[in-house]
């Protein structure tokens, strides 16, 4: 097995399958194996292995890497695993184990590459090819600190390297750098990355001491990992925080449960909003039979809705302030196509009747409801889908929340009143 | 304002608000400022321009910078911004506008660091030094070519920058080097920088020919474009292409109309289902009132299933092949989510006619209808909702179009039957 395959494969295999392809690697591929393999799984190989072996392996892992690792096995092997590093790299870990998970603290490295303002370009480059020969996570931006670690500005390898060779380190620095906190949260990371395209970001305390570094590649891990997130609670769920396959039965019940419930709950009001018109449906049962294709019209325009908005947040396309330009805009659209299904509808009312029946004596003015209601409900949900997720982040909660499930059951119970009271519109002194 | 509030605000703002903050920025600024703009972006900005000063800013680009941009203008703006650059520069960011926006050769660039094999190390990097003045993507990487331009391998600048003077270039590189060929997809290649981190991938042609380099940065964008298309698919609409903003009004109707007109005519089954039932719903309208109850709780627990299973997919945890074991983790969990729901709508009927009353003569044999259509339908939904994203890329296409409404759609129709079978099992001889 290929080393890619290998760890793509990984939480396919049975241990024994594991071990096998791993023991048939050169040792080359073996190292790039295991530096590819996700936080989650390296903690699985390493407890695989037999206990020589795997002081070898930990020993490789950087500590940001390492840390990582060990916030995913159970806290007993974790406390064995942290005893094999040797005591500067436990400490290092230990210090990275205290962050949060998804703060800036918590995805930095400590191995970052150093040196003073007032060095010589030619003595900042051979301080550098010292530093160089340790694991250092990158050289290519190398920080200046002074003799208090405070961040004092940032120079590119690339820099150094095309500057001359007795400029002073300070001649040749960009002292505006931008730097996160270490309790910044990893989405206000990864946007940074976004903007700047930066390869790392320094991360400093409150009083500008310099504490490690994020790369580039712990964001990509940040970007998946929040549309993952994202798409899970905009599916109606809580989310799960990790791989499908690696959830255990219950928990994953436990997770979809609990929306679902509430869900439901909600969604009883429909069965209290269609007793209330009992008497309706009793005397015109034609009208019940277009309630689903009401009420899944607002759910389907609600639910593009809330994609489009909860997105755009995401990425930063809008802002709250933005609330009143949306509204229009999605009121016009609501508008819009209501219309277009509006039309589509009253077409298949009118068509069906003449070639099957059954619509009853007044099958124009069931069109008229139908198409008067799928307006309405329509850009109920539209605008309903749009300004949710505005709400939410208004209100402190994740607009990602505004999930189809929930826009739907909000635009059901709507529905069916603004169905039921174009029925009695149209159809009163009729069929009611 | 400052750089990153212009850069993020940049499309809230009025061409005048626009060039007055832009003025307002020192040279240093500005660059950064530049330099930030999304591709979408720096072509308003560069036509706001005087054309003087429009040479200036648009000579400043990186080629590949320059081919995105180019490729959002209108095909007139195009013609005269790509006229604004010297002649090499032309040829190079045409040949990049040949390739589709979406394939590693229309992400990759032009300007990377090369070097020969047989070149020692301190020739090499004084060669690097001499390449390090030019626009460089990055020096980080040098990639080690023949005289006929195939990729024999790649040494990192930290690798140089560590070995002996006098060690060959040969001695010292990797000679096992991953690229992707330039017509490979843009997922391919984000999955690639997911796998191993790399800061940059080359990019070859099918006889090893070096064509350039795909870098860290445009894997981010990549990432956050094919989470926001795959959201936006799974919303019930078509990929919008662009910030929710910038797409005019009838662009984003079109997008939204055609998927949800396929779902309302889908749904339009739901009617012909109702009509089958017409007579038991004539003879016991309590049935119509769990209607929108049954078939959203389908749909809800179907919208959870797809989002999990196509987002599992789109991170590689899933493969075709797994087919069986998500079928069974899904039949289960749809047994368990059914019977939870079963519950909770069995006692809220009992207790409802307890207080309220209205359910009927028997609202025992009504609760265990609704309560068995539940498990049946949850059941269903969960195994539609799984099953279709594999279904789906079994046959080619993109799993997300199982999008939350689709599925619901799907499964409203199915629910139907389910429910009033159950009906004529439970309330026939009673009721019906």
Redesign the interface.
Known sequence: MQV?EL??QW??LGDDTRMDAFRALDREDAE?FF??LPARDSGDFLLLLPTVERRTWMRLMPPDDAADMLQEVDPEDRAALLSLLDEVNRKEVAVLLAYAEDDAGGLMSTRYARTRPDLRVDEALLY??RQ??EHLET??YVYVLDSEQHLLGAVS??QL??AAADASVRDVMQDAVVSVREDADQEVV?KL???????AIPVVDFEGHMKGIVT??D???V??EE??E???K????EA?DA???DVG?WE??RK??G???V???G??L??SA??HF?DE??KA??L??????I???G???G??A???????MA?????LR?FA?VAR?EM??GL??GV??AT??MI?ILVWQQVFG?YGAFPGRVALTVGTSLVGVVMFGTLTGSMLPLLLRKLGFDPASA???FV??LV?VTG?VIYFTAAKVFLGGHLL
Request: aromatic letters at 10%.
């Open positions: 890619t760890v793509e939480q396919n790039v530096a590819s550098l090819r160089a020969k050289i290519y390898l690339r390297f095309s990864s990355f976004r903007h700047y395209g930066f390869l580039m590649d964001i990509v891990d970007v998946d549309a993952t994202d798409a899970q905009f599916g109606g769920m799960l791989p499908y396959l039965f994953m019940f979809r449960a929306w679902l419930s869900l439901f709950l969604e009883m429909t069965a269609m007793g009992e449906i009793a049962v034609v019940a039979l277009f309630v689903p294709l009420i899944s019209s759910g389907n325009s639910s593009q809330s994609t489009l908005v909860i997105r755009a990425l930063n396309e809008l802002r933005d330009k805009r016009a659209a819009a196509l277009l299904l589509i509808g298949r059954g999930s189809a499930p739907a059951t059901d069916l």
